[in-house]
């Protein structure tokens, strides 16, 4: 089986080599037709804090052929969604075998990758998780970008070297602080597209939440937010309901659950951007937790979210029974929360993406111009 897989790489790649032979020696192949092949990566199933052997596969094989909920995988099929409803082609590429994404809605249609790996011309242009490079190896595209949407990944998909080593000649990143990092590591240029969030989907109740209902997820250094709720004196513990929230879960359902909370409790690090907090501020939760570095632009302490430093549990104890002794504060963190995520529109994102797109696809200025910095 192994020499089968490898025999079945090497082709790929000899295929890529003679492909490009092909474009050398015909040149100006006509750009209106150049695709963008975002590479999604089967997520394999981890097991979650607190869960025995037996519950783990058992959860292993009822979710055998599903990807699990990531922020990620929803983000790439974004971008591809609103490439292709502005007349680009961009197509999502399963990569590491098959499985479906249905926890949230889309409309672009993915390949295998296989299919893709002969399709791909050198005029594609293949954008690549930041943590898989060498994956792109056997696609024939001249084009590569490296998606960083997580920067404590970097360096474990590198394994010492940079992303020119791989062939590739540009980077994307989601956020300010990937892209600063980023400019430490490699001169390819880092457009940033901000994540955009769905906010007719994530708003805030019609009725407000049960006052000090605190939420916080299970997938998410699950242990740090029991040690901060167990940090709280018993007289702020007692008057609050905790509401641990196990996935997976679609979009909808995670919108009801925020909206169902006063409080989201929030304890991912390291972030590249972090997606929860934000959806959460949208549906009007205060927001108590670490940024791990991507949410810095949103979670601003005393303003937007109460934060602590990454895995200080002892800080985000007392930022959290601060918030839930304190209505005054927990209003008034909500009510900036909730006016800072309107900010990150759908509208923002298109506009980043066709910018980043046109820079690839020879649009002139006025279609899209220059990437943002």
């Known amino acids: 089986m192994a020499g089968r897989v490898l025999s079945e790489h090497l082709q790929a790649i000899f295929r890529s080599i003679s492909t490009r032979q092909q474009c ?5 192949s006509a750009m209106p ?34 990807q699990r909920p990531s922020g990620g995988v929803k983000v790439m099929y974004q971008h591809c969604d609103i490439l292709n409803r502005n007349g680009f082609v961009a197509i999502p590429v399963h990569v590491g075998g098959t499985f479906s994404v249905d926890w949230f809605p889309h409309e672009s249609q ?16 293949v954008i690549c998780p ?11 595209a001249e084009r590569k970008v490296a998606f960083v949407q997580g920067w404590s990944l970097v360096d474990a998909g590198l394994d010492g070297g940079n992303y020119e080593d791989h062939g590739f000649t540009g980077l994307l990143a989601c956020s300010q602080f990937n892209r600063e990092y980023m400019a430490k590591r490699s001169t390819l240029p880092c457009p ?18 049960e006052p000090r209902r605190v939420l916080y997820v299970a997938r998410k250094n699950l242990a740090d937010a029991l040690a901060a709720i167990d940090s709280l004196p018993e007289q702020i513990r007692s008057r609050a309901t905790f509401v641990e929230h196990r996935g997976p879960s679609s979009e909808r359902e995670m919108a009801d659950y925020y909206r169902s909370a006063d409080v989201f409790l929030w304890t991912g690090y390291p972030e590249g951007f972090g997606l929860p907090p934000l959806e959460a501020m949208a549906c009007g939760c205060a927001v108590v937790g ?3 570095g991507g949410g810095d632009e949103f979670m601003r302490n005393g303003s937007t979210a109460l934060t602590a430093p990454d895995g200080d549990t002892t800080a985000l104890g007392k930022q959290l029974g601060r918030i839930l002794q304190d209505d005054s504060l927990k209003d008034a963190i909500r009510t ?17 993406i066709l910018s980043f797109a046109g820079t690839y696809a020879g649009k002139t200025a006025s279609e899209g111009g220059e990437a943002r910095e």
């Open 33 to 66: 037709n150049r695709r963008f092949f975002y590479l999604v990566p089967k997520g394999g199933p981890f097991r979650e804090e607190g869960e025995n052997r037996l519950q783990y596969w058992l959860r292993c094989w009822r979710e055998r052929g599903q």
């Open 192 to 209: 940033v597209i901000r994540n955009g969030i769905d906010l007719t989907l994530f708003h805030p109740p019609a009725v407000p939440a």
């Open 336 to 352: 900036a929360g909730t006016a800072i995520a309107q900010e990150y529109t759908f509208a923002r994102m298109e506009e980043d």
């Open 24 to 28: 050398l020696l015909q040149p100006g």
């Open 290 to 292: 670490f940024t791990g």
């Open 130 to 140: 930041e943590v898989i490079p060498t994956v792109t190896a056997p696609f024939a």
């Open 110 to 125: 993915a390949i295998s990758e296989a299919k893709a790996r002969r399709e791909c011309t050198c005029d594609d242009v």
